[in-house]
């Protein structure tokens, strides 16, 4: 499939009505295969496929070499076919149906299921179409496309993150905080409720744990700041060393559960808001480890998925304090590692 912004893909599948817009075809394009009748479900297929109408290649079908590149993936340039039009009307570089009558039949299909539509189903067009702008907002601002990049980083021996990545991280988490979600979508809203939680611990541990080194942000290392001598340097150089233990494991803790509710936000958009999400993408990826030992990828989840658990609150506090305990300190000479993949950091009340 294409690669499209969600609202553009909410768009021309709403408007579409989920048919193909081939005069006299109105084939649907996303059907259960257990009940044809029914849009959703667990046998869900997509059969539909998002049609260019000018081709971005330049031997493509009705390549318009005046037309602007940045549009070529808007809701204006795309129309939604079966596969059987689709191949028609590509056939010979689009000689049989040039721009003009390809816009032409895709605004005549559109007016249709305009017409039928209903003043309620618009309306919830709207929102959805409404919202699924948020998710693409959400998706640019958190840095969705460098999320394995964010990963390593935080990952890292001594994690860090640029100066760009902070100002990621700290904005969308004030974004996030003044949302209000629809009480039609139930699932994104516990999602972004716990992602928007997680996000505000891990800016918070950022604050507090790391220091402005150059163009990043670096978890700071007491125990190599200064000299521990005299009668309680022992003493002090194990407390600092103990701290960057502490600090080290909350940031692993923090990224991957921070990985889990964006998955968990994926769940929520392709169950309550459009099925086609990130539908060559899949979930998002997490990089841990370093090139000097070896880089490697995992997929954090919340599983078993159960929605009534949701949302989940995080305190750093309280995190940072089980983690110690997890850790017998911190100290990291004193040989005692743990589990972050199977830490739930969520809050203990």
Known sequence: ?????????KKLWGNAGNRCAFAMCGQRLVADADDPDKSSGAGTSVLGEEAHIRSSRVSGPRYDAAYPREKLNEYENLILLCPTHHTAIDKKKGSAWPIEEVVAMKQAHDTYVDAVMGSKAKSELELD??????????????GLADWEELS???????????????????????????????????????AFKTHGNVLRALVQHLSDAFILEGNRHEIRRRHKERWFGGPDGERHYTEAISQFGVDDAVAGVLITELTRSVNLVIE???????????????????????????????????????WVSFPRAYELRDIAQRVRDALDGGDPRNGVSMSIAAFDPSFRS
């Open 1 to 9: 499939m294409v690669n499209l912004r969600v609202e553009v893909r």
């Open 268 to 306: 929520a958009v392709n169950d309550e808001l459009i099925p086609l999400y990130r539908f060559n993408d899949g979930a998002v990826q997490m990089i841990e480890g370093d090139v000097l030992w070896g880089l490697w990828s995992s997929t954090p989840h919340f599983a078993p998925l159960d």
């Open 129 to 142: 179409v409404a919202l699924a702008a948020r998710i693409d907002k959400w998706e640019g601002d958190i």
């Open 152 to 190: 390593r980083c935080l990952n890292d021996v001594h994690p860090y993150v640029t100066s760009a990545q902070w100002f990621s991280l700290t904005s969308t988490s004030s974004w996030l905080a003044g949302l209000k979600w629809p009480v039609e979508y139930p699932k994104l809203t516990v």
